[in-house]
């Protein structure tokens, strides 16, 4: 990719939907968190725990993948350790990669299990960070709460309630991980609690198991935006891709976890550009930049030198991020202030 290309993206202020807060942990801030409380490591040397914490070439499966977060799960450990890596994610987004808007998402019981923490002073601590942030750098954010399906139905229950427990410091909510065996019916009796609260609602579908699959959760559950989505576009019979524009969905898609994981063969085969040629509202994200060894510049990058995009296809996806965003209205009016600043190109 040409050196003006690449100045253009790192210039290019972004809109981030799709973003753990448990996939964002430095590697340094592990190690540094385990010595303090005296956790066990695979190694305390940074570079080779590095080989060991991102992930920079695909494995087997997304199950494989999920099993990499254990070690950065590990090290949140006290109030101190979210308020410092719930900080440190906000600092690489707006002064690395140039993030106006931004949503973080996490799982209480995944993040915290095990720990002794309590879930709403947690929240609290992350929600208190976020706020703090915005006052002193050009970037607003929120937080999803998830519910890790892996743990059961129970667990997503008290999730849900949680959220709604928390509704002032909560913009969405999110059912995510191993969806294929854990299908939509098994959550369906969840959602309208969310909807009749005013909670929206993303769901990670489409990034193994079927179009069907996927047209079932939007069908039981209602979600106003999809994370991956990735298989609507192996239905050859379109009937999953209409569904998506018929539903006015967006679409967090998110390319290089989208190759780690198989959800598809090749970057270059990634379906990114041919949703937003349909009219998809398609978003770019990165998901876990710190378990992937990626970021949303990486990311536009890899969009357009692999994927084929252009910048103006950048920009819409851009739009259609801030449009789609679980943001308070002032919040995304700002960011679109911001995004409409931006220079056309960087040159030299």
Known sequence: M???????????PKAELHRHLEGSV????????????????PTFDEPELDKIVKLKEPMK????????????????????????????????????????LLELRYSPDFMLRGKGLDWAQAHAVIAKTIRAFEKKHDLVGGIIVIASRCYGLESAARTVEFALAHRKAVIGFDFADNENDYPPALFKDLVPKLHAAGIPLTVHSGEEGTPEAMRQTIELLSPRRIGHGVKAA??????TLDLVRRRGITLETN??????????????????KRFLDSGVKATIGADDPGALDTDLNKEYAAAVEEIGLSLADLRRANEYAVQ????????????ERWLKAAPASVCG
């Open 2 to 12: 040409k050196d003006a290309m690449k100045k253009t993206i790192r210039a290019m």
């Open 26 to 41: 430095r590697t340094r801030t592990i190690i540094e968190l385990a010595r303090k409380h005296k956790l066990p490591l």
């Open 61 to 100: 499966s997304l199950a494989d993948v999920l099993r990499l977060f254990t070690i950065a799960q590990s090290v949140f450990v006290s109030l101190e350790a979210v308020e410092r890596i719930t900080h440190e994610a906000l600092e690489d987004a707006a002064e690395r990669e140039n993030i106006r």
């Open 234 to 239: 192996e239905d050859r019979t379109g009937r």
């Open 255 to 272: 390319p290089i976890s989208n190759w780690l994981t198989h959800a598809v063969p090749a970057l270059e085969a990634h379906p990114l």
């Open 324 to 335: 789609g965003s679980f943001l308070e209205g002032d919040k995304r009016q700002q960011a």
